[in-house]
C-alpha cells in the first residue's frame, strides 16, 4: 500500500480509538498513528543496502515502480515475493511489542496497535492484488522462500 494511504487511513484509525477510548490520551494516539506508517522504514534500510542510496525520494521510486510491475506482473506470485527483507513486517515482531507492552512498558502496546493496523492494511491489498496472505511471518518466508 503506498506511503499516503497508510498515513491517512492511520490517522482516521487512531482518530477514532482516541475518541471511542480517550484513556490512551495524545501521546498513544501520536504513537499509534505515527507507528502505523513508520513500520516502513524497514523498506527505506533494505533500499539503502541494495542500491547503496541514501535518497528518500530515489527510495520511493525504486518501491513504486516494483509495485506497479508486481501488480501487473503474469509471474508467480512466488517469484515475485522478496522475503525476510522487511523485518518490521511479521508476526515475530508484533509478537516482541506485544510482550514489551505487558512486561516493560504500556507504550510498546501503542506501537503494536500501529504495526498490526498496518499489516492489516497490507493483507487487504495482498488479497486485493491476488498476493500470497502468507507473508505475515519472517521466518516462515526466510525458511520456505530463499533466493
Request: aromatic share 26%; hydrophobic share 55%.
Amino acid at each position: 500500500m503506498l506511503p499516503k494511504y497508510h498515513i491517512f487511513l492511520g490517522f482516521l484509525f487512531s482518530l477514532i480509538l482516541y475518541l471511542v477510548f480517550p484513556f490512551i490520551g495524545f501521546l498513544g494516539f501520536f504513537i499509534i498513528f505515527f507507528s502505523s506508517f513508520l513500520i516502513d522504514i524497514d523498506h527505506y534500510i533494505y533500499y539503502i543496502f541494495k542500491k547503496k542510496d541514501l535518497n528518500l525520494k530515489n527510495a520511493y521510486k525504486y518501491f513504486f515502480e516494483k509495485r506497479k510491475k508486481y501488480i501487473s506482473s503474469t509471474k508467480p506470485v512466488k517469484e515475485m515475493s522478496n522475503p525476510a527483507m522487511y523485518f518490521l513486517h511479521g508476526i515475530e515482531i508484533l509478537l516482541v511489542l506485544f510482550l514489551l507492552g505487558i512486561f516493560v512498558n504500556k507504550l510498546f502496546l501503542f506501537i503494536f496497535i500501529g504495526f498490526l493496523f498496518h499489516l492489516f492494511l497490507d493483507i487487504l491489498e495482498q488479497i486485493y492484488y491476488g498476493f500470497r496472505i502468507t507473508k505475515v511471518s519472517l521466518i516462515y518466508d526466510f525458511i520456505n522462500f530463499k533466493s
